[in-house]
């Protein structure tokens, strides 16, 4: 989801007007040089072969060979090979592919959607409802509540414009960083930017692999102008769009829309296939209002192509659990689209409301599947995975665990027609590539069988020990990347200085390549801390423009050094808007942990921890100012996300177990 069109990936015609060029070569270099990986290799081929005791061997960028034993194929040669000190409990992956981010807000912690905001007009008379659809809550200066635009589309702003504080490479860098030490090697949602396509992780819609041919849509269906639907579909019959990528049916099903909201999410379906634009080329993000029978449509969708080529897919589903729950309460009918023929795979959506990365989606779409109050219920739709009275149970529970992982690795290289490149580890494909160390994983719970993909589904980013992308080392564990990378690197801590990992963000060619990691940091840190200017209420929020100053904005914004603090006070009331009682809405922010485990309060919101008496969020640091705020997560038996089923499950793991 996405709060402001300022950051939408690409307006139809100035994407495809790159579609008269092809790009020469990836903006994501390839390392040179040998590496031998170690290990268990989780292929994902065809044959979702796994090797024991295998090797996989990169060379400039790309994989050579993969085999059993220490003996290599005749004709292989490892003399020249770094061989990475991965341990004798190394699990590896293809590296996991996120279709479904906005790294522009990723610098941000989860926003809580406040009861504050009563909207009788759309079916929310007491303010308490979770939301209908994506339009009751983002439509900036029509429906977006205060606290929205105070603590997601506005800090954005300020952070990435270029008439604010211009810190968008910044702003990438930390938004990646989050993903990639969680073992995404792409992502989506950043557009095409040359400062920053090249860094940590790939940008699905930049150019890659020789070629740039997928491209997406934030603003609704009804929104796309004539002009631009007609070149869209000019270059989807000219062969020319491997992947259309546009939000849809975002919010809740027909029969669950609650007296007054007249909006239909399902009606947006309908418009895309008057449109025409219902093909094998669309890959619908979110997909929430959705039907059984919408399903079959996708799974059957025609050739985008003029001269009938596709390929046999039909349309695609990019799925996020976590932020469908936050928001609306419920999620997309995944086990219909399943047993339609849906391709299906996970998405992250965006900090304010999603996971900091796929390994920890992972989780929340493993207790989705699997809750009977959740989806669980509708599981015996698809027999593969139907596991009530079966006497295979333990295969069906392995199935949805494979499931779980080709989601995040073969099947969103299928979607964007990348799996000739990405999405398993195969001889000739390009190395981006996950290795995790399986100790310490949790107990598995009863009925589910040990298999390498719950080894996945389980890892934490404690477990990762080496991210590679073009067969360059860019992140992982410290012993691993100074053998791979020696000196080109940054370390940092995790789970309470628990852990240590390394990371490259450095490309001393781009504006501002040669700043470390923790520079970056700190330059994010502060900024958001200056939201809440030189004199901050007590307990933070919002301020009046004529009780505080804002040095640190004003020094920075293009041409406002010299205006009176007054002056001043009262544009930023202006740009960025005013609360209720005339306050400028802005505040003091504190940015999301780096890892996961360290970010109390993402658990805390999901877990729904209240104080008896206020009924806040109970937590004692909050990275903003409280409010009463909606778990909408919540079932009839509390948050599905209660600390025992997700915090102390995957994340209460002892300092020095190893």
């Not at 307006?11 to 903006?27: G, I, Y």
């Not at 960028?61 to 220490?70: D, L, Q």
């Not at 400028?584 to 999301?592: D, H, K, Y």
Request: net charge negative; hydrophobic share 45%.
């Amino acid at each position: 989801m996405k709060s402001k069109q300022r950051h939408a990936a690409f307006s139809c015609a100035a994407v495809l007007a790159v579609m008269t060029t092809t790009a020469d070569q990836s903006v994501v270099a390839t390392s040179s040089g040998a590496i031998l990986l170690e290990g268990t290799v989780v292929t994902m081929n065809a044959a979702r072969e796994v090797i024991p005791n295998g090797r996989v061997l990169v060379r400039d960028g790309r994989i050579v060979a993969v085999w059993r034993g220490s003996a290599p194929p005749q004709g292989v040669d490892v003399a020249d090979a770094v061989r990475a000190p991965l341990g004798e409990h190394a699990y590896i992956y293809p590296g996991l592919i996120n279709l479904h981010d906005h790294p522009f807000f990723g610098v941000l912690p989860l926003w809580q959607p406040p009861r504050s905001h009563v909207q009788p007009a759309m079916g929310r008379p007491l303010g308490t409802e979770p939301y209908g659809n994506r339009y009751q809550w983002n439509q900036v200066a029509l429906t977006q509540p205060e606290e929205a635009a105070r603590l997601v589309s506005n800090p954005s702003t300020m952070l990435t414009d270029g008439a604010a504080l211009a810190s968008l490479v910044d702003v990438i860098k930390f938004a990646k960083a989050r993903m990639i030490l969680g073992g995404t090697t792409t992502t989506q949602g950043a557009g095409s930017n040359a400062a920053y396509d090249s860094l940590l992780a790939r940008t699905v819609e930049s150019a890659n692999f020789g070629r740039r041919r997928i491209f997406s849509r934030v603003g609704s269906i009804g929104s796309l102008s004539s002009s631009d639907q007609a070149l869209l579909q000019g270059g989807m019959a000219a062969g020319l769009v491997d992947a259309w990528l546009i939000h849809l049916a975002e919010g809740v099903r027909d029969a669950d829309r609650r007296a007054g909201d007249v909006t239909s999410s399902r009606a947006e379906f309908t418009e895309l296939k008057a449109r025409q634009l219902l093909s094998d080329a669309t890959v619908v993000l979110h997909g929430v209002g959705l039907e059984p029978q919408d399903f079959v449509e996708m799974a059957h969708a025609r050739p985008a192509r003029a001269d009938g080529a596709g390929d046999g897919r039909g349309a695609k589903l990019v799925w996020s659990p976590l932020s469908n729950l936050l928001l609306y309460g419920t999620t997309t009918a995944i086990y219909d689209a399943l047993a339609a023929g849906v391709l299906v795979s996970l998405g992250t959506d965006w900090a304010p409301s999603g996971s900091a990365n796929l390994l920890t989606e992972l989780k929340v779409a493993d207790r989705t599947l699997r809750d009977v109050l959740l989806l669980g219920g509708r599981r015996d739709i698809v027999p593969w995975l139907a596991v009530s009275g079966a006497k295979d149970a333990g295969a069906k529970e392995r199935a949805l665990d494979q499931l779980l992982v080709e989601m995040v690795t073969i099947n969103p290289a299928l979607a964007v027609r990348w799996d000739d490149q990405v999405g398993s580890i195969e001889a000739g494909k390009v190395a981006d590539i996950l290795v995790i160390d399986t100790k310490p994983l949790p107990e598995i719970p009863r009925g589910i069988p040990a298999s390498p993909y719950r080894r996945l589904i389980d890892a934490t980013e404690r477990n990762v020990s080496l991210v590679m992308v073009g067969g360059a080392a860019q992140a992982g564990d410290v012993a691993v990347m100074s053998a791979l990378k020696p000196g080109d690197f940054d370390v940092v801590a995790g789970g309470a200085g628990c852990f240590e990992k390394a990371i490259d963000v450095t490309a001393p060619a781009l504006p501002g390549g040669s700043d470390s990691f923790d520079q970056v940091v700190a330059g994010i840190t502060e900024a958001l801390r200056a939201l809440g200017g030189d004199h901050p209420p007590a307990g933070g929020g919002p301020s009046s423009p004529f009780a505080n100053t804002w040095s640190y904005l004003k020094a920075r914004i293009p041409g406002a050094s010299d205006l009176p603090d007054l002056t001043f006070n009262l544009g930023l009331a202006f740009y960025f808007g005013s609360t209720a009682d005339g306050r400028v809405n802005l505040e003091a922010i504190r940015p999301p942990a780096l890892f996961t485990v360290d970010d109390h309060w993402w658990f805390a919101t999901l877990a729904s921890v209240r104080d008896s008496v206020s009924d806040l969020t109970a937590d004692t640091d909050p990275p903003y100012a409280l409010y009463l705020s909606n778990s909408n997560q919540e079932t009839a038996f509390g948050s599905p996300f209660a600390a025992d089923l997700l915090h102390n499950r995957w994340y209460e793991v002892p300092c020095g177990v190893h």
